[in-house]
């Protein structure tokens, strides 16, 4: 099995994009998570991943270029990060927000890149980050983005987390079709998943989240994740209850202004000046070292803690030295220059000439970043260009012949505002350029507004783009990489006065199709662009009811789909298209209209009296399932009142009728409307043997189960064949009281019902912490408060105790009718699962009852002081030791080991000094393994248990286990340092000891590279570097073997 998980999980990542850095932004590393995760459930990812395999394709590599793009931090600054205080207190917390902020330009996106290549996080940390882009496209600037780009990093590491995701992804696909093309994640919902995973991940994880430039997801955006984090950080339980820590950081600007409570807080003009001064001096170092000149600190001076300022007049200084001007005009120069950011923008800008203008004004307003060479022809071309050919284009004396020319004189043009990025599009320096140049150019370009200085610029941007496609070299009709031309795009995008100038060209294909087949009409019919459509239409040249060959969808099921009411009218107006024509998935267009509740065009489709009203397709499903689903009331109405739909049909997956869709979404209204009918089965079942009442109870749809239990024909309690799970059952599950309370109402479901495993409605409640539901259940006095289950044999108390729920343990606790002590099949009582789980007050409730065995041993023989010890709950820990009524050296059956040895491998200092404190512990107990606690400890790096063992000076310091190895050997073996100092410190150590292989820990150290344990091991002088283990290998021969070079120079420099 591990072999498959493991190709299924090689062959996801090369269909992805290839081999990354594991140590890199996103931390890809499916293989960590290996031994917990089944094929089925990588399967099951691998189908969830092929779904946004575009996504990835079109846009990770742009997430990835961002982070080129940012520059790495000079040599010898940001340094400062990791000694401040309140980044090291954040650092070191429990649950953490930490806001880095600064004015724009001051460095806040080098330094969160510093601090993200810098965490110290461990290699079982996981680490996630989003770097937001301004001036990128919409996922890289918006909290879609964001929650997509952390979903697909948690579901790398941590896929078992993402269930829920998983599932909905499936049942959307089955419901909807094709991802990214028939439906979209949306962004609430996919915080909603990333905040309900985040819990399950910390469970096995540390979390650290980086998210840079927070502002450039716009104010509103900004509050409310800001909001999202600190209620994140707010509503998950402390890592006292077994939970990974969890540290949010983000930058963001001083604006806009956020709530500053229980947020750390770095703002960077206060700490970076000595960073600005080494960048300057680093930037000047030739330049001062030829003219022993003051100007580099003179410009640190004048920053006032923006980098992009010092930046820009350190370019000013190095262009003035390249021209002969000399050291006073040069200092002349710097003094002159304005020390608000702003200020310079406007004072750069105000000094440029007309083809400058024009270069900012492309890379400001253009839709989309411009190539390099993209941005040769829109400089050259004019909006009154007078010629008709690329080739006299090319005699302007503006014209550029290449792209290295063309880098240059962008730098020279955009007097070093704008940059070449790593894909090698042209781009503004930084966000504070863009705003800048969209807020400030109307005052320098003479307009009353942004707005009007955008406008301008597209019509200018327009005409010239229009001349271009006009050149004889051009192909009008050429297609790009999607088979698409640009009356396409055009027709698409709605812009009609460009399909008018195409069309009147004479040399466009007006029916032409993309690699899908789709046509021009196609697009626009699809987007709602009526004037478009008329044009198309108008050239009676037009297929009006050609299919992709995708979908095989017509123009009219487009449009209908999306409501396009005019639209439709002008299609059917043609008579000349299939109005009942089935697509791939033999859906029609009134099939897709009822789904999105278009009443007008359902209405507009049924007068042609043309169309099938209940025809299925390839699920089964039909227009009436499809608009139930959805709680469409008026597209129900107008479908019914055909008299020609089958109210009961069922859909071929699930096998649900109209019914059964509207009650599990809780469309009261449509409810309303199948039950009018008189014809709906009010009981029918599904595949899985649910009822409408069972998935309207589940849902906890309140108003539906009235309806429903109002017909008096559903069976109250009925079981469901794939679990027996009754009404009651699923709604005590999630909680949902005033169902439980119509359910009990109605005097006809058995509240003892057990489904397959066994479970109650009492056992569902208790485990799940419904209060008021167990209340309701007890209020009953029907219910059996002690029954167990046939799965796991545990009783309501014992899912209550374990998962914390204090009230629901004192109410089952006060009927007097649950034991206590009962079992399960494991032997494990609720005190031995409530102090496993470290719920304190639950255990003392427990205790308080004066029944409870706490000495209790399970099936192997644990103890429920061994599972706290293990856990290092020290509350539970101190009342249990605190009876003297238990063992606190007792062994479990399965490993010998003693809750001292349990609690000293996973390093629980304050445990293991209280249970050293009660003085009836054999510190030097040995397991079935005949490791001792200092042995697990040792290997485990625990130093300060280590040293309290130590301690007690009743430990055998060189104790070996069943394969001869000593604590020293364990901890040398893992490159502990701080474990091996205080072995060795005793003095009573064999530093040559060998294993039943013949390795010492020597050898151990040398073949995994700890280098520094080697160091201490060396200096006491005792270790041989030459001694052979049973196969003749030396420290040296495995240390070579593994490429350790550095050991091997140690080694051999003492020989």
Not at 66 to 84: F, K, N
Not at 344 to 349: C, P, T
Not at 455 to 465: E, G, M, N, P, Y
Not at 805 to 823: F, P, Q, R, S
Request: glycine content about 8%.
């Amino acid at each position: 099995m591990a072999t498959e998980t493991e190709k299924t999980a090689k062959r996801v990542l090369d269909r992805w994009r290839g081999s990354f850095d594991n140590k890199r932004y996103f931390r890809f590393n499916v293989q960590q998570g290996l031994q917990n995760v089944g094929l089925a459930e990588y399967n099951a990812q691998g189908t969830i991943e092929a779904a946004t395999d575009e996504y990835l394709d079109n846009t990770e590599q742009k997430f990835r270029n961002r982070l080129y793009d940012i520059g790495s931090a000079v040599a010898g600054t940001c340094e400062w990060l990791h000694r401040d205080k309140t980044y090291t207190a954040w650092a070191a917390c429990d649950r953490g927000l930490l806001w880095i902020k600064g004015k724009p330009g001051s460095g806040k996106s080098t330094l969160l890149k510093y601090a993200l290549d810098n965490h110290g996080a461990r290699d079982s940390d996981l680490v996630l980050a989003f770097f937001f882009h301004g001036r990128g496209d919409e996922l890289q600037r918006t909290p879609l983005g964001l929650f997509r780009s952390l979903l697909h990093q948690i579901l790398e590491r941590a896929p078992k987390a993402l269930s829920d995701l998983i599932d909905t992804f499936e049942k959307k696909c089955e419901d909807f079709g094709k991802p990214g093309e028939k439906w979209q994640w949306h962004e609430e919902e996919l915080r909603r998943f990333f905040e309900s995973s985040l819990l399950n991940v910390l469970k096995t994880y540390t979390v650290w989240l980086f998210v840079d430039a927070l502002d450039e997801c716009g104010k509103d955006n900004a509050v409310k994740l800001v909001d999202m984090f600190k209620s994140l950080l707010k509503g998950i339980p402390s890592q006292s209850i077994g939970l990974g820590q969890l540290r949010i950081c983000f930058s963001c600007r001083h604006y806009p202004i956020l709530d500053l409570d229980s947020i750390f807080e770095i703002c960077l003009e206060d700490e970076n000046r000595e960073d600005i001064s080494t960048f300057v001096d680093d930037q000047l170092a030739a330049f001062r070292a030829r003219t022993s000149s003051t100007i580099p600190a003179l410009i640190a001076e004048h920053a006032s803690g923006v980098f992009m300022w010092a930046r820009l007049v350190v370019k000013k200084v190095l262009d003035l030295e390249r021209e002969g001007v000399g050291v006073k005009k040069i200092r002349a120069a710097v003094d002159s220059i304005p020390p608000d950011l702003e200020k310079l923008y406007e004072r750069l800008i105000r000094s440029m000439e007309p083809a400058s203008l024009k270069l900012i004004q492309w890379i400001c307003f253009a839709t989309r970043p411009l190539s390099i060479d993209a941005l040769r022809w829109a400089m050259v071309i004019e909006a009154d260009c007078p010629h008709r050919s690329l080739q006299a284009c090319q005699s302007e004396e503006d014209y550029v012949p290449d792209s290295i020319r063309m880098k240059r004189q962008v730098q020279t043009l955009s007097r070093g505002l704008a940059e070449i990025t790593h894909a090698q599009d042209v781009q503004f320096i930084h966000q504070s350029v863009k705003d800048f140049v969209e807020n400030g150019l109307p005052a320098l370009d003479g307009c009353k507004s942004s707005t009007e200085a955008a406008v301008r610029a597209h019509f200018q941007f327009s005409k010239i783009c229009i001349h271009y496609l006009a050149m004889e070299e051009i192909d009008i009709d050429a297609k790009d990489e999607n088979g698409r031309t640009p009356l396409s795009w055009a027709a698409e995008n709605g812009h009609e006065t460009v399909v008018k100038l195409l069309l009147g060209t004479s040399k466009v294909d007006v029916d032409v199709k993309d690699n899908y087949s789709r046509t021009p009409l196609s697009w626009a019919a699809e987007q709602g662009h009526e004037a478009v459509v008329k044009l198309l239409l108008g050239t009676d040249k037009v297929d009006v009811d050609s299919r992709d060959s995708i979908y095989g969808r017509t123009p009219l099921s487009w449009t209908a789909e999306n409501g396009h009411e005019t639209v439709v009218k002008l299609l059917l107006g043609t008579g000349k298209v299939d109005v009942d024509a089935k697509d791939n998935y033999s859906r029609t267009p009134l099939s897709w209209a009822a789904e999105q509740g278009h009443a007008t065009v359902v209405k507009l489709l049924l007068g042609t009296g043309k169309v099938d009203v209940d025809a299925k397709d390839n699920s089964s499903r039909t227009p009436l399932s499809w608009a139930a689903a959805h709680g469409h009331e008026a597209v129900v109405k107008l479908l019914l009142g055909t008299g020609k739909v089958d109210v009961d049909t069922r859909g071929r997956k699930y096998s649900w009728t109209p019914l059964s869709w509207a009650a599990a979404s809780g469309h009261e209204a449509t409810v309303k409307l199948l039950l009018d009918t008189g014809k709906a089965d009010v009981d029918t079942k599904d595949n899985s043997g649910r009822t409408p009442l069972s998935w309207a109870a589940a849902k906890g749809h309140e108003t539906v189960v009235k309806l429903l239990l109002g017909t008096g024909k559903v069976n109250a309690d009925a079981r469901d064949s794939k679990y027996g799970r009754t009404p009651l059952s699923l709604a005590a599950e999630k909680g949902h009281e005033t169902v439980v309370k119509l359910l009990l109402g109605t005097g006809k479901v058995d509240v003892n019902t057990k489904n397959n495993s066994g479970g109650t409605s009492l056992s569902w409640a208790a485990a799940k912490g419904h209060e008021t539901v167990v209340k309701l259940l007890l209020g009953t006095g029907k219910v059996n408060a002690d029954v167990r289950d046939s799965k796991y044999g545990r009783t309501p108390l014992s899912w209550a105790a374990a998962n914390g729920h204090e009230t629901i343990v004192k109410l089952l606790l006060g009927t007097g009718k649950v034991d206590v002590n009962t079992k399960n099949n494991f032997g494990r009582t609720p005190l031995s699962w409530a102090a496993e789980k470290g719920h304190e007050t639950v255990v003392k409730l427990l205790l308080g009852t004066s029944k409870v065995d706490l000495d209790v041993k399970d099936n192997y023989s644990r103890t429920p002081l061994s599972w706290a010890a293990e856990q290092g709950h020290e509350a539970v820990v101190k009342l249990l030791v605190g009876t003297d009524k238990v063992d606190v050296d007792s062994r479990d059956s399965i490993y010998g080991r003693t809750p001292l040895s349990w609690a000293a491998e996973n390093g629980h200092e304050t445990v293991v000094k209280l249970l050293l404190g009660t003085g009836k512990v054999d510190v030097d107990a040995k397991d079935d393994s005949d490791q001792t606690p200092l042995s697990w400890a040792a290997e485990q790096g625990h130093e300060t248990v280590v040293k309290l063992l130590l301690g007690t000076g009743k430990v055998d310091v060189d104790a070996k286990d069943n394969s001869s190895r000593t604590p020293l050997s364990w901890a040398a073996a893992h490159g502990h340092e701080a474990t091996v100092k205080p072995l060795l410190d005793t003095g009573k150590v064999d530093v040559d000891t060998k294993d039943n292989s013949g390795r010492t820990p020597l050898s151990w150290a040398a073949a995994k590279g700890h280098e520094a344990v080697v160091k201490l091991l060396l200096s006491t002088s005792k270790a041989d570097i030459d001694a052979k283990d049973n196969s003749g290998r030396t420290p040296v021969s495995w240390a070579a073997e593994n490429g350790h070079e550095s050991v091997v120079q140690l080694l051999e420099s003492v020989k």
